[in-house]
């Protein structure tokens, strides 16, 4: 079940209007979790990135997959289709019980020395631990969404490889994400049919070179843009088309030569007063 803490970790590496200003503005998240198998994959991931957030709770949580029971043998139909006809009524379903959070604690608080040589804002395990509360489990509750994020798997694993490195590695043998800025801002008027430059800067803390990608993101805006690259400076062409209130959503991607590659991102929305 995917629900908050795949969004979550969405936010820091698929979302470009967020990347880079989360160490300035930290999201205040709560977590929610049915215990999943893929949530506790999820949960794993999300620990190596609570340097990111103000993490305010992490709460075990029921689903249409997994719920505990009220203890005495009261049993359930579920509402949903495929959960009723699979599994029909039942006094419990699939519950995995509500210590596996504490237990990916503990095994964080050993790794926490080492990801503080990466990053001194990771949380203490004991801080962790002291959020952790049971929700509603009983029965069935929360109902998970699907969201297309496939544009983001391939950095969202290379990210996720490099801080499993941060807890082993010293600073100077692992890699770090770069950071990336667009010289005029991430927010540009424009007018119909004209054409901006966008002028990229990047800096690596480890020293690996940068190279840039630059594409227009259509569906979050009013329609595509054409641009030309050339190294670090890009050329958007505004549609003739383009009509009063358009917005216009261009993706400025910096990817570092270090190993596990790592991608950082700036969005930059033209607008068409």
Same mark, same amino acid.
């Given at each position: 079940?995917?629900?908050? !803490?795949?969004?979550?970790? !969405?936010? !820091? ?5 967020? #990347?880079?200003?989360?160490?300035? $503005? ?8 049915? %215990?999943?198998?893929?949530?506790? $994959? ?12 103000? *993490?305010?709770?992490? &709460? ?10 009220? %203890?005495? #043998?009261?049993?359930?139909l579920s509402?949903?289709?495929? *959960?009723?006809? !699979? ?12 210590? /596996?959070?504490?237990?990916?604690? +503990? ?19 004991? +801080? ?27 950095? &969202?694993?290379?990210d996720f490889?490099?801080?499993?490195? /941060? ?29 901006? *430059?966008? $002028? ?21 805006? $009013?329609?595509?843009?054409? &641009? ?6 890009a050329s ?21 030569? #270090? ?10 929305? &033209?607008?068409?007063?």
């Amino acid at each position: 079940m995917r629900h908050l !803490i795949f969004t979550v970790f !969405i936010l !820091i590496v698929g979302n470009p209007a967020i #990347g880079q200003q989360m160490q300035m $503005d930290k999201k205040r998240t709560i977590v929610t979790t049915d %215990g999943e198998i893929d949530d506790v $994959d999820t949960f794993i991931r999300f620990l190596l990135y609570t340097n990111e957030f103000e *993490t305010e709770g992490l &709460i075990y949580s029921s689903s249409m997959w997994h719920w505990k029971g009220d %203890g005495k #043998g009261t049993t359930m139909l579920s509402e949903m289709e495929m *959960t009723k006809n !699979i599994y029909g009524e039942r006094s419990e379903l699939r519950w995995p019980g509500t210590s /596996w959070i504490q237990e990916l604690l +503990a095994e964080y608080e050993k790794v926490h020395p080492n990801l503080l040589l990466h990053d001194k804002n990771y949380p203490s395990a004991e +801080a962790l631990l002291k959020l952790v509360k049971v929700g509603n489990i009983d029965f069935e509750g929360e109902l998970d969404k699907s969201y297309p994020q496939t544009r983001w798997i391939k950095p &969202i694993q290379l990210d996720f490889a490099a801080r499993a490195d /941060w807890c082993i590695k010293s600073f100077e043998e692992a890699n770090h994400p770069p950071k990336i800025k667009v010289v005029h801002g991430n927010a540009i008027s424009a007018d119909v049919g004209e054409t901006i *430059t966008l $002028d990229i800067l990047g800096e690596d803390v480890d020293g690996d070179s940068l190279y840039f990608k630059v594409w227009s993101y259509a569906e979050a805006g $009013d329609g595509p843009a054409s &641009i030309d690259l050339k190294t670090d400076i890009a050329s958007v062409q505004i549609p003739k088309s383009a009509q009063s209130g358009n917005e216009y959503h261009i993706i400025v991607e910096g990817t570092d030569t #270090g190993f596990p590659a790592l991608t950082r991102y700036q969005r930059v929305i &033209i607008s068409i007063p």
